[in-house]
């Protein structure tokens, strides 16, 4: 436990109000309303915690707000947490163990956990004013926390929170020009999606490819034949530089068109700028925290820096402290912005400080209390991206990138011994399908899918498993087929996980259907499956599918 400053029960303060911090939140509730501890929340934001993950699909008004909702707050704040919303931390005063907020209270801690979250990339663009964040001290008005002074022009927008969703779906609405600025996940998803309400979407990009982080040539090129079949315009090889502007009748500057490198203007109503995100580190930066990409922080999420402060979710950059005498170098890697590893987080952390503090108390008490000191957070497989669009799915995970005709792959120079890489390659472009399976040993080391949704479902629980292929790779294009026979493979194993950003697998979702709980909706309220990005809510359709057919409660083998 850390040395406490006063006496009383341990005073925890998180600062960030997202969906890890409420996750995290949620977790302590029963600490705080057995007055074990105290919990205090700063957000910037004065809504309550949303789902972040799909405000794609409410910028375009295929969800409504209440969709949104993943937290309780008027529970929490019944059991005891204290809540400051619409508020900023504007400085850590690690000496005195407090926390500034924007109209200058000061809240001690025992304990402080930043979720700061991260911000929308400004890219450099002649007409667009950036903000050098690192060594900026966060602004006490919430509502300037990101633009710090420099206010995006009319008619230019990013989407990270409700404002920013509100004037896409203002354009949605009115059935104006989207121009995207960025091909990654979030700009192919609202590009997508603003063109299923039936706005003009077009997105821009520097690659030959979108999503070229995630998915190899053949894969992003299938996406994006994908994309101009459901009505975006796709265009590749340009490279921004400026913005043109018109004058509204107010005499305020109001974005016209993007302009390109190569001279091209593409005109729209609204600029979408989807260049990435990054993390909220300047607060941990002002207050001496070792900070790269994110905030450092060990495998017990804890500051290289400071044992009594904790980083978590999109702001934390979780790497081994380096030893005495050892290189300062910054580490490699980064926050991995995805919302399933940052609910293991909070949800990991929150275990900890429990753990910690009933054996702490029983101590106290006379019993036998043994202070929980287990092993970190586990380090997790990589990350499974998921792209979240109607008639267009695609699945990509760990190494995408290895080159089927490179006559290297099986050089032992890497030190793999004798595991040889392999790459298995099927590509249906007239109907927008494509697989890559890259192995090592016959065991998978990463793939993409492009429209085969349940094939990507079973390489994804080989991969998972670390399971062998079949010899013959073929076999596993059966799947999307039209013999598909859902009793075959492992997607319905009770073990099989279905949703990744909360880790809940087909037993799980089955063992609520026999309790009750038929629905989509149902199953997300019992086992929080489906309320994170959303792209598993169709499989958790086929479980409850086969429930039923099956007739109800039926045996599931792993």
């Known amino acids: 436990m850390s040395e406490r400053t006063g006496g009383g029960p341990e005073r925890i303060v998180l600062v960030g109000y997202g969906p890890v911090g409420a996750r995290f939140v949620e977790e302590l509730l ?20 949303y789902n972040r993950v799909l405000i794609a ?18 529970a929490a704040r019944t059991a005891g ?42 890219p450099t663009l002649d007409g667009v004013t950036r903000v050098r964040h690192d060594k ?43 121009v995207v600025l960025g091909a990654g996940v979030l700009g192919m998803e609202i590009a997508l999606a603003a063109a299923r309400a039936g706005s003009q979407a077009c997105v821009v990009y520097h690659g030959e490819i979108p999503m070229a982080r995630n998915l190899d040539r053949g894969g992003g090129t299938v996406l994006a034949r994908s994309a101009r079949r459901a009505g975006v315009t796709m265009v590749n090889h340009s490279r921004a530089e400026s913005l043109l502007f018109h004058i509204d009748d107010d005499g305020v500057e109001r974005f016209d068109a993007l302009i ?3 001279g091209k203007q593409i005109h729209g109503d609204l600029l979408l700028l989807s260049c990435g995100v990054g993390a909220r580190t300047e607060l941990a930066g002002l207050a001496g925290l070792d900070v790269s990409t994110g905030i450092l922080v060990d495998d017990q999420l804890r500051s290289w820096a400071d044992p009594h402060i904790y980083a978590l979710g999109d702001c934390a950059h979780v790497a081994p402290r380096p030893g005495l005498g050892a290189s300062r170098a910054l580490p490699a890697g980064g926050p991995s912005g995805l919302i399933g590893p940052g609910w293991r987080q909070a949800d990991w952390l929150a275990g900890r400080f429990t753990a910690e503090l009933a054996a702490e108390i029983a101590a106290e008490f006379g019993a036998r209390g043994e202070l ?32 089927p005709w490179d006559e290297k792959l099986s050089d032992h120079a890497a030190g793999c011994g004798d595991a040889r890489l392999s790459v298995s390659q099927w590509s249906d472009p007239e ?28 390489l994804t629980l080989l991969f998972e498993r670390g399971s062998e292929l079949p010899a013959d790779r073929s076999v596993l294009l059966r799947y999307d087929g039209p013999d598909y026979e859902p009793t075959a493979g492992s997607a319905f194993a009770a073990d099989a ?26 199953i997300g309220a019992a086992t929080r499956a489906g309320t994170g990005c959303g792209g598993c809510r169709g499989r958790i359709g086929e479980v409850l599918e086969r429930f039923t057919e099956a007739g109800g409660p039926q045996e599931v083998t792993a």
């Open 30 to 49: 029963p600490a705080v309303r057995a007055g074990h501890l105290t919990l205090t929340v700063v957000g910037a934001e004065s809504a309550d915690a």
């Open 57 to 74: 699909e409410y910028a375009v008004g295929h969800a409504d707000r209440e969709s949104l909702e993943i937290t309780d707050t008027d």
């Open 81 to 122: 947490v204290q809540f400051h919303t619409g508020m900023t931390v504007t400085a850590i005063n690690r000496s005195r163990r407090t926390v500034t907020v924007g109209d200058s209270t000061q809240l001690p801690y025992d304990r402080l956990v930043l979720a700061t979250g991260a911000r929308a990339n400004i």
């Open 136 to 178: 900026t001290r966060p602004a006490a008005d919430a509502t300037r926390l990101d633009a710090n002074g420099a206010s995006l022009p009319r008619g230019v927008t990013v989407l990270r929170d409700l404002d920013d969703a509100q004037r896409v779906l203002a354009a949605v609405r009115n059935e104006q020009r989207i």
């Open 260 to 262: 390109c490198a190569d």
């Open 372 to 403: 929980y000191l287990g092993a970190g957070l586990a380090a997790g497989t990589a990350a499974v991206v998921m792209l979240k669009a109607e008639g267009v799915d695609v699945v990509a995970v760990g190494n995408t990138m290895a080159d």
């Open 431 to 458: 109907h927008l399908r494509y697989v890559k399976m890259v192995t090592r040993g016959g065991i998978l080391e990463g793939f993409v899918c492009v429209g085969m949704p349940r094939t990507a479902a079973e």
């Open 497 to 522: 996980t279905v949703c990744w950003c909360n880790g809940v697998s087909v037993g799980a979702i089955m063992a609520a259907a026999s309790g009750g709980e038929t629905t989509v909706a149902c």
